[in-house]
């Protein structure tokens, strides 16, 4: 089973080295991983995806909390976060079959970006599954190359908003 984890730490150069190199030695694959800078300019906060059961998880979680560096480590529970993954998608497109690619983008709601003579890049920014149905949909035009930032996720509020 995948699991979203959410871990602060001190943003300094080495901790990306430290946090990963804590996986690799323990032989824990990550699926995704991606680090940004927080609200607070001296904290970013790291995004990672992994595989494996709950006791290979608490373990991850128990490990990364020693790390010096890291302030605080969370796994985020299905349906308690919202997560995207940013993709830049190059797609064939013979001008036949734009129309095709460009009704495709608008159901999935990707945004196109750059348009050659012989290509068309679309922007897609949206949960795994969705870039996966996508992809699916643009495989017969010929996908060219794909860039995929990772995933990067928020936990939901406890409260139910009302607007």
Do not use: W
């Amino acid at each position: 089973m995948k699991y979203t984890l959410s871990v602060l730490v001190e943003n300094h150069p080495g901790v990306l080295s430290k946090v990963s190199g804590l996986f690799s030695r323990r032989a824990f694959n990550i699926d995704s991983l991606a680090v940004g800078i927080t609200e607070d300019p001296g904290i970013s906060r790291m995004t990672i995806v992994a595989d494996g059961d709950e006791y290979v998880i608490e373990q991850l979680e128990k490990q990364l909390n020693k790390v010096i560096p890291v302030i605080k480590v969370r796994t985020y529970t299905e349906g308690d976060y919202i997560s995207r993954e940013l993709s830049l998608i190059k797609v064939n497109s013979p001008t036949n079959k734009r129309l095709d690619i460009m009704k495709i983008a608008e159901l999935m709601e990707a945004r196109i970006v750059d348009v050659s003579v012989n290509t068309m890049t679309l922007q897609f920014a949206d949960t795994v599954e969705r870039f996966e149905t996508l992809c699916d949909l643009l495989k017969p035009y010929g996908i060219r190359e794909i860039v995929r930032t990772g995933t990067v996720a928020i936990e939901k509020d406890s409260v139910v908003s009302r607007k």
